[in-house]
């Protein structure tokens, strides 16, 4: 085997436990669900906020619709790698607080298999928990006792996954992703009071998950010129049951005597994933202008999730079917490279941009949770030196925006680099 393929494996399984181990959030509504869901994308799809279902081009992963796989070119083996950072400003009730974080996104890799069959593989984040706030006020008159309600939360879902994309004839092709999900998350909420009567109470919620997850896309590439297409992109994620057993622990604590009563409750299989589906288009002038649109659905309005209630018919913890609503997305966006096959570097930069716009899947006390609004824009900036001129470094800015009457609003602007490494090793040479 090629020592550069054993390298790059190698580096996929070493990266594999590091990104592992990251939160990429600081966002307390990541405490709601499963957590805060990530883009799945790769670094020139975050450059145009995310859009690709009908990108199709054979020196990118497009990771966001495993049909597109089957564009790969021949002779290329690629592997792209993602970071990104970002600071994010918190504001309720007049007040304000910056948090700012780092994290491994992403790293995958993908070849072409046979004629017409690409295949992709790696390793990203599906949703991300990490928040630490706290809270008080006075119970009755200004002299009187303080309550206190402290907030923690770790944790998130990982994927690894596995790709092919087959264009079945010339304009059509189908795709299928298979993912191993797994992760640990833990929220716990603490109660106290600042006099010595009355009992502290804790509410710790934890769960370990192992899972798949399957997509399936298509793509319908529609030729109006020689070089100039129409690609219709469309995928469908399957819901099911999860294989988890989330549990509540519920203890009392008695302020004199420290003395702790625990209620522990279990549900099997307690967690759900929806149905997703998502349709899109590209619109590729002469390979030098990609404009497009994507639309997706999350069926999260027929999930349930765990919820732990104390009413005066008792404690209870039991999956709720008012939790969670349909999330809607959309997104546009495009790029513009001036002459993509030129040896000059400023006509080879490519030019990204792009818009979304998401609904709430989640309630908050009964309420919807806060919609989304993000922008991005970002450049493709070609690699071209003596020994390799077909990988890009992948830059990009985002502006995050979450919102909801009377709730917290978040503001967050994220940096993200990618580097797609592409290069021949499929090539074989003639000597004459």
């Known amino acids: 085997m090629n020592m550069k ?60 619709n495993p049909a597109s796989y089957s564009a790969m070119d021949s002779l290329t083996f690629i592997f792209d790698a993602g970071i990104s950072g970002q600071l994010t400003n918190f504001e309720e009730n007049g007040k304000r607080i910056n948090a700012k974080n780092a994290n491994f996104e992403y790293v995958a890799a993908g070849f072409r298999a046979f004629k017409h069959l690409g295949v992709s593989f790696g390793i990203m984040p599906y949703t991300n928990v990490g928040y630490s706030y706290s809270n008080s006020h006075k119970v009755g008159d200004a002299d009187a006792t303080t309550y206190y309600n402290t907030y923690k939360g770790t944790g998130g879902i990982h994927q690894i996954y596995l790709g092919m994309g087959w264009e079945i004839f010339k304009g059509f092709s189908l795709g299928v992703s298979g993912a191993y999900l797994w992760g640990d998350y833990e929220r716990q909420i603490v109660n106290s009071y600042s006099d010595s009567y009355t009992n502290t109470l804790s509410k710790y919620y934890t769960a370990s998950i192992t899972d798949y997850k399957v997509d399936f896309g298509a793509q319908i590439a529609i030729p109006f010129s020689k070089k100039s297409n129409l690609t219709i992109g469309l995928t469908y994620g399957l819901g099911h049951k999860m294989a988890a057993d989330p549990e509540c622990k519920v203890i009392s604590t008695n302020s004199q005597t420290l003395v702790s009563d625990t209620a522990s409750y279990v549900i099997k299989d307690g967690f759900e994933m929806p149905n997703v589906m998502s349709g899109g288009f590209m619109l590729n002038l002469a390979e030098k202008l990609r404009i497009g649109a994507d639309y997706q659905l999350q069926k999260w309005g027929d999930v349930g999730f765990p919820v732990y209630t104390n009413t005066n018919s008792g404690p209870s913890y039991q999956v ?30 490519r030019f990204r941009a792009g818009a979304s716009y ?63 490494f592409n290069e021949r090793w499929f090539m074989k040479w003639k000597v004459d």
């Open 320 to 349: 709720s079917n008012d939790y969670f609503k349909d999330r809607h997305k959309v997104t546009i966006g495009g790029e513009y490279c001036k002459n993509p096959t030129s040896n000059k570097f400023f006509q080879r930069i």
């Open 358 to 420: 998401a609904t709430p899947y989640f309630k908050i006390n009964g309420k919807d949770g806060p919609k989304e609004i993000s922008v991005s824009a970002g450049f493709g900036i070609p690699i071209m030196n003596g020994w390799n001129n077909r990988s890009v470094l992948n830059i990009s800015g985002q502006w995050v925006r979450l919102d909801a009457s009377n709730l917290l609003r978040e503001n967050t602007f994220r940096i993200n680099i990618g580097l797609t």
């Open 5 to 64: 393929k054993i390298f790059t494996i190698a580096a996929l399984a070493a990266v594999s436990s590091f990104a592992a181990a990251q939160s990429g959030t600081n966002s307390p509504y990541s405490q709601y669900g499963l957590g805060e869901q990530t883009q799945q994308a790769t670094g020139f799809n975050k450059g145009m906020n995310g859009l690709g279902l009908g990108y199709r081009k054979g020196d990118q992963l497009n990771t966001l």
